[in-house]
T-cell receptor, first 112, second 114 residues
Framework: QKEVEQDPGPLSVPEGAIVSLNCTYS??????FMWYRQYSRKGPELLMY????GNKEDGRFTAQVDKSSKYISLFIRDSQPSDSATYLC????????????FGSGTRLSIRP | DTAVSQTPKYLVTQMGNDKSIKCEQN?????MYWYKQDSKKFLKIMFS???????INETVPNRFSPKSPDKAHLNLHINSLELGDSAVYFC?????????????FGPGTRLLVL
């Protein structure tokens, strides 16, 4: 079993829809949780960073962490075609970036 | 003003050859990384260097040898290339801090071994 599981998609939704992306994990020692966005033929870029359980909101994006269920989510409101990308969840045990474990990514397509 | 740059962007080569990929960051970060992303988009860390010293080596074959001439550069040399080495290789950098530590990724080097 992989440490981090993520549905690869692809996920296709119409513009303006609410998108929900999810990851599950098996290691209860993970404390720091991240979402990266990767456009085609580009490197990943950090989108959201959360510590422990709870919610964090940044504009149209909301990250949720439920440590009791070992489940994290990223919600995108009012989705735009420019949100079309692969979204990778990632997590680590401490604040150091040295041992980040990535999910395999979910490919998201927003239809105009 | 590219923060993390890699060369070359594309690399097509024959099995058995030796090749190098270069990475440079102008962010003043102390830590640099090499990742491999396979065809299924699975991103896995290979090496991590902090101030030119190797701190992570994740069960990577000996054919892969990183070299850090200074803390702004981390190059990756691959000997005797195999078909399975075909992937996208990403360099990244970060700066240790008391709170969250963000990694900044380069644009990737697409390696195809024929």
């Amino acid at each position: 079993q992989k440490e981090v599981e993520q549905d690869p998609g692809p996920l296709s939704v119409p513009e303006g829809a609410i998108v929900s992306l999810n990851c599950t994990y098996s290691n209860s020692a993970f404390q720091y949780f991240m979402w990266y966005r990767q456009y085609s033929r580009k490197g990943p870029e950090l989108l959201m960073y959360t510590y422990s359980s709870g919610n964090k909101e940044d504009g149209r994006f909301t990250a949720q962490v439920d440590k009791s269920s070992k489940y994290i989510s990223l919600f995108i409101r009012d989705s735009q075609p420019s949100d079309s990308a692969t979204y990778l969840c990632a997590m680590t045990r401490d604040s150091s970036a040295s041992k980040i474990i990535f999910g395999s990514g979910t490919r998201l397509s927003i239809r105009p | 003003d590219t923060a993390v740059s890699q060369t070359p962007k594309y690399l097509v080569t024959q099995m058995g050859n030796d090749k190098s990929i270069k990475c440079e960051q102008n962010l003043g970060h102390d830590t640099m990384y090499w990742y491999k992303q396979d065809s299924k988009k699975f991103l896995k860390i290979m090496f991590s260097y902090n101030n030119k010293e190797l701190i992570i080596n994740e069960t990577v074959p000996n054919r892969f040898s990183p070299k850090s001439p200074d803390k702004a550069h981390l190059n990756l040399h691959i000997n005797s290339l195999e078909l399975g080495d075909s992937a996208v290789y990403f360099c990244a950098s970060s700066q240790p801090s008391g709170g969250s530590e963000t990694q900044y990724f380069g644009p990737g080097t697409r390696l195809l071994v024929l």
